[in-house]
Each structure stands twice: as C-alpha cells, then as structure tokens.
C-alpha cells in the first residue's frame, strides 16, 4: 500500500474552477467543478464537512451514468448507488463523490446506447462493450485522486465494490483505510447486469436474483 500520500499542487494536472452551494433533497453540499488540463474533461465533485488529511473520509468516485443517474434506468445499479453515496455522507457530515464523465465505462454516452443495443440481442455488458472493439473497463482515476488531493484528503474511506478502482487510488497515493460495500437491492434486468460485474469484472458484490 502506498502511505506517502503528499501531493505538490504545482503538479496537478486538474485545476478547480468553482465552488458553490448545493441543497438537496438528501441534505445541504458543495458542488465544486474542476477540469482537465491534459484533455477535454470536467468534473463535478459533491462535498460536505470539513476536508482533513488524517481524518478518514468516505469518498465515490462515480462514473457518469446519464441513463441510470438522470433517467432511472433499471438497466444498472448507477443511480441507486450515487443517491446511497449521498445518503451515506449525510448521515456522516463528512465525505466527497468525484463525478467523472467517462460515461458507459469509458465508452461515452453514444457508443453505450450502441452496447444497450447489442445487449438487446443477448450480449452481457462485457461482450457488448468488446464487439464494439472497447475493453470491458476502459475508465481511469488518476485525475479522480488528484481531485482528492486538492480537497485535502489523504486517508480515505472508499465506497465502492470495484477492486480495480480502489487498485486506481491507492497506486495514485491515497491512503485506503477501508472500503465501504455500496450494494442495493436489484431486480431484473439489473440483477443479470450485477452478475457479470461479479462473476467477469471481479466486482465486490453478494446479491442473490
């Protein structure tokens, strides 16, 4: 496990842009926005308390699901899982959920659709994503941990059931204290999806169908 955990700021490559007040229904946050400055991506980031480099702090990083996040599809666990995300921090006072926008695993948005298509056919996620020519996961975090970083934070308490990801931020230099399961219940078609994560993908997850 990587324990050094310091950053220079002079070497981010993320800059934060603004930050603002955001109510919600699930409590009172600060959503601030940040952007690449080696390519064309933005980032939202929602936070509430105090950022503290040896507090352990629950931290997301979600990956933008417009079809789960913003249409409730029950295609995915994305939507459940980032209302949970913010439940779980309000409960606490303190935590933060790096929104990036590498949307269907890193596809983009359209490309999914074309995946969604072929799952229509028969195809798992996986398999979809692989005839249109991507990798399964072609998501990356070292910005996501930058983004980290700049809030403060060092040890970090992760919700998430990916492997790889908390691989990601732990390479990146964050300090892993513990991962958090952020499961929730799941029906068809969302159940087979959760499978083949589980079973595939190496994801976290104990779920019955």
């Known amino acids: 496990m990587n324990t050094n955990c ?3 700021k002079a070497h981010l490559t993320v800059e934060n842009v603004a930050v603002a007040n955001l109510p919600t229904k699930i409590g009172d946050f600060k959503i601030a926005g940040y952007r690449s400055l080696n390519s064309t991506e933005e980032f939202v980031v929602l936070f509430k308390g105090e950022m503290e480099r040896k507090v ?3 931290v997301r990083i979600h990956s ?3 079809t789960g996040d913003v249409f409730g599809s029950i295609k995915c666990d994305c939507g459940p899982q980032l209302r949970k ?3 779980m921090i309000e409960a606490e006072g303190r935590g933060a959920i790096v929104y990036q926008q590498q949307e269907g695993r890193g596809i ?3 490309n999914k659709i074309r995946a969604y298509a072929l799952q229509d056919e028969g195809a798992d996620t996986v398999e979809a994503n692989e005839q249109l020519g991507f990798a399964a996961d072609a998501r990356e975090y070292e910005q996501c941990a930058e983004i980290l970083f700049d809030l403060g934070l060092c040890e970090v308490r992760v919700m998430s059931n990916n492997p790889d990801k908390i691989k990601a931020l732990e390479d990146a230099g964050l300090r892993i204290v513990e991962r958090v399961p952020i499961e929730v219940q799941a029906k068809q078609p969302a159940a087979h999806y959760l499978r083949t994560k589980k079973e595939k993908m190496g994801h976290l997850l104990d779920f019955n169908e």
């Open 56 to 58: 352990p702090t629950l």
């Open 85 to 87: 995300a913010m439940e």
């Open 6 to 8: 310091s950053t220079n």
């Open 108 to 110: 983009g948005i359209v």
């Open 64 to 66: 933008q699901c417009l």
